[in-house]
């Protein structure tokens, strides 16, 4: 199959969507790489690392020629217009804040799949782009954080007395939150967690860090899929309540609570920012969708009460080298599932892990977390799309 992998749009993403190395490994597969000029140079792979690795490097044009097109963020819908009738999108697409992309996809033709709704289950661990990202972020929230804070994490015994370590509190224990913990502890702070999620306790505890028990019915606050559910308001301020102390008492605090297609639950009010000691730092990795912080800034460093309030909205993006090569394995992973041993295409909804990620197929909107859309094509029209696939 022909691979266009294209420039991102986003002055702010700096990762792509396939590497040197793994573009090498497809191309040894038969299939033909079509690499945008300029693609891997924010994340530190030229135009001719390609060119050795077996890619062709393209221009725009790449949109039309593409039979597969991989993104990491989801293209224009002047670029999507340029795709062909049943060629496939592959990539983090944000379908929740996409839909009327999502809807001209349909209209296209184009089958599309978005990676941020892989299913949690052991045969997808190896395609998840979301756990690969969310460990590269939980780690550089604690670089961020011990460059920001006024002191050091670890504990030094020196001539000049005794320097006590770095508190530090992670809210939410999911990947991103036990890279946390775990670079907080090697740096040589104490952490203390928390999650609503009771079962991550014992995770929490191997990597390190005091999990905070607090006296919150929450007993159902895991999904099938293994994501934390959204409280009840009732719950969220008793949560908001008993956490206030932990982190009035933190140097650092590193957020990373999120539910799913909805903006993030508000953890911090702006009265307990105020409480904090001046100096301290909130990391707040959930900015993207709102910020778990009431005085978080997505996209901005602020001060706020003698507070550091880090709402970066793109973390894996601070380090693309290694964000990028880790997204590229895991849709190299996935395109695995999606190629017979013959190198046929087979699109198989009855495959949880494909009906966990499609988006649109032969002309309709497929996902059953989305609504059916109101544009989508024809049944004679979308039978004529299949034909010329």
Same mark, same amino acid.
């Given at each position: 199959?022909?691979?266009?992998?294209?420039?991102?749009?986003?002055?702010?993403?700096?990762?792509?969507?396939?590497?040197?190395?793994?573009?090498?490994?497809?191309?040894?597969?038969?299939? $033909?790489?079509?690499?945008?000029?300029?693609?891997?140079?924010?994340?530190?792979?030229?135009?001719?690392?390609?060119?050795?690795?077996?890619?062709?490097?393209?221009?725009?044009?790449?949109?039309?020629?593409?039979?597969? %097109?991989?993104?990491?963020?989801?293209?224009?819908?002047?670029?999507?217009?340029?795709?062909?009738?049943?060629?496939?999108?592959?990539?983090?697409?944000?379908?929740?804040?996409?839909?009327?992309?999502?809807?001209?996809?349909?209209?296209?033709?184009?089958?599309?799949?978005?990676?941020?709704?892989?299913?949690?289950?052991?045969?997808?661990?190896?395609?998840?782009?979301? &756990? &690969?990202?969310?460990?590269?972020?939980?780690?550089?929230?604690?670089?961020?954080?011990?460059?920001?804070?006024?002191?050091?994490?670890?504990?030094?015994?020196?001539?000049?007395?005794? *320097?006590?370590?770095?508190?530090?509190?992670?809210?939410?224990?999911?990947?991103?939150?036990?890279?946390?913990?775990?670079?907080?502890?090697?740096?040589?702070?104490?952490?203390?967690?928390?999650?609503?999620?009771?079962?991550?306790?014992?995770?929490?505890? +191997?990597?390190?860090?005091?999990?905070?028990?607090?006296?919150?019915?929450?007993?159902?606050?895991?999904?099938?899929?293994?994501?934390?559910?959204?409280?009840?308001?009732?719950?969220?301020?008793?949560?908001?309540?008993?956490?206030?102390?932990?982190?009035? $008492? +933190?140097?650092?605090?590193?957020?990373?609570?999120? *539910?799913?297609?909805?903006?993030?639950?508000?953890?911090?009010? =702006?009265?307990?920012?105020?409480?904090?000691?001046? =100096? &301290?730092?909130?990391?707040?990795?959930?900015?993207? +969708? @709102? @910020?778990?912080?009431?005085?978080?800034?997505?996209?901005?460093? %602020?001060?706020?009460?003698? !507070?550091?309030?880090?709402?970066?909205?793109?973390?894996?993006?601070?380090?693309?080298?290694?964000?990028?090569?880790?997204?590229?394995?895991?849709?190299?992973?996935?395109?695995?599932?999606?190629?017979?041993?013959?190198?046929?295409?087979?699109?198989?909804?009855?495959?949880?892990?494909?009906? =966990? !990620?499609?988006?649109?197929?032969?002309?309709?909107? !497929?996902?059953?977390?989305?609504?059916?859309?109101?544009?989508?094509?024809?049944?004679?029209?979308?039978?004529?799309?299949?034909?010329?696939?």
């Amino acid at each position: 199959m022909k691979i266009f992998v294209p420039n991102q749009t986003d002055a702010q993403e700096t990762r792509a969507a396939m590497v040197p190395a793994v573009a090498k490994k497809l191309a040894s597969g038969g299939h $033909e790489l079509l690499i945008e000029s300029g693609a891997g140079l924010m994340s530190g792979h030229t135009d001719d690392a390609y060119r050795s690795a077996g890619a062709r490097i393209a221009g725009p044009e790449g949109w039309s020629e593409g039979e597969m %097109v991989l993104v990491v963020r989801s293209p224009t819908q002047e670029q999507v217009g340029r795709m062909r009738n049943g060629a496939v999108l592959i990539g983090m697409l944000s379908p929740h804040r996409n839909r009327e992309l999502i809807d001209q996809l349909a209209r296209q033709g184009v089958a599309s799949m978005a990676l941020e709704y892989l299913p949690r289950i052991t045969r997808a661990q190896a395609m998840d782009v979301l &756990s &690969s990202q969310a460990n590269l972020a939980g780690f550089k929230a604690v670089v961020i954080a011990a460059e920001k804070s006024p002191k050091i994490f670890p504990m030094l015994m020196t001539a000049a007395g005794t *320097i006590q370590p770095a508190r530090v509190f992670v809210i939410g224990a999911g990947v991103a939150g036990l890279q946390a913990i775990a670079t907080a502890r090697r740096l040589g702070a104490v952490v203390t967690a928390y999650d609503v999620r009771p079962a991550v306790k014992e995770q929490v505890q +191997s990597v390190g860090a005091k999990f905070l028990e607090l006296p919150l019915e929450t007993k159902d606050a895991q999904d099938q899929g293994g994501y934390a559910k959204e409280l009840s308001p009732e719950q969220q301020q008793k949560q908001r309540e008993m956490m206030a102390k932990a982190i009035v $008492e +933190s140097d650092v605090v590193i957020t990373t609570a999120a *539910i799913p297609g909805k903006p993030a639950p508000k953890l911090i009010p =702006g009265d307990v920012v105020e409480k904090m000691q001046p =100096g &301290s730092v909130i990391v707040d990795l959930a900015a993207e +969708s @709102g @910020g778990n912080c009431e005085l978080t800034e997505p996209g901005q460093i %602020v001060q706020k009460h003698n !507070v550091t309030i880090v709402g970066i909205t793109n973390l894996p993006a601070t380090v693309p080298f290694h964000a990028s090569q880790v997204y590229a394995n895991n849709i190299a992973n996935l395109l695995k599932l999606l190629f017979t041993k013959e190198g046929q295409l087979k699109i198989d909804p009855s495959d949880e892990v494909i009906a =966990g !990620v499609l988006l649109t197929q032969n002309g309709q909107v !497929v996902h059953p977390r989305l609504k059916p859309a109101e544009a989508t094509v024809s049944p004679e029209k979308a039978k004529e799309l299949v034909t010329n696939a």
